[in-house]
């Protein structure tokens, strides 16, 4: 888990800047997202007049199963966070603080421990790059209708080309053709 207190920002004028590096982090960001090496991330943590507004970016290497020939491949992702934070409490006096009509669906929220959590944030900026297709080379000829294996594999022998008995006939002109 990524989180991080931010309680001394709270207490801070809007406009204080804090910047976060984390290199190496190994972290599980859920079942669709799968990480296949460590993530890293510059995030600046700037105080608001409402709360915490986190910025930067991260990079991961993800994991992905090629749609054509389904190897799995590793891809390096770099994705921007742009996400604001407000408190559940008021730092001062502890007091709850509630949510503004407008701000009620998807909000983030500090912890009552003044934390803020990035492992959503995170999970859903590196979710988004999924591609419909994902291909392990753009070049990917994927696998043989035949056989099921690779088509650029080569061990795979096929018998002469049989041709659908209703073409036949105009196979003979284009063998007649080229003689």
Not at 10 to 22: A, F, K, S, T, Y
Not at 105 to 123: K, Q, S
Request: charged share 30%; aromatic share 2%.
């Amino acid at each position: 888990m990524i989180s991080f207190n931010v309680a001394g920002l709270l207490h801070e004028p809007p406009g204080v800047i804090r910047d976060v590096r984390l290199r190496d982090r190994y972290v599980t960001l859920g079942t669709d997202v799968e990480l296949a090496g460590p993530l890293d991330a510059d995030l600046r943590l700037q105080r608001t007049n409402r709360g915490i507004l986190v910025r930067g970016s991260v990079r991961a290497p993800l994991r992905r199963t090629c749609a054509r020939c389904t190897d799995p491949y590793v891809e390096e992702i770099r994705v921007g966070v742009d996400e604001e934070f407000l408190p559940s409490i008021d730092p001062d006096t502890g007091t709850p603080i509630p949510l503004e009509v407008g701000d009620a669906e998807a909000t983030l929220r500090i912890d009552e421990h003044h934390e803020i959590e990035l492992d959503g944030v995170f999970h859903d900026e590196l979710a988004l790059t999924e591609p419909m297709h994902p291909l392990c080379r753009p070049d990917c000829p994927g696998l043989c209708v035949e056989c099921g294996g690779r088509r650029d594999s080569g061990d795979h022998a096929h018998g002469g080309e049989e041709i659908d008995p209703r073409l036949a006939g105009l196979a003979a002109l284009l063998r007649d053709r080229e003689s």
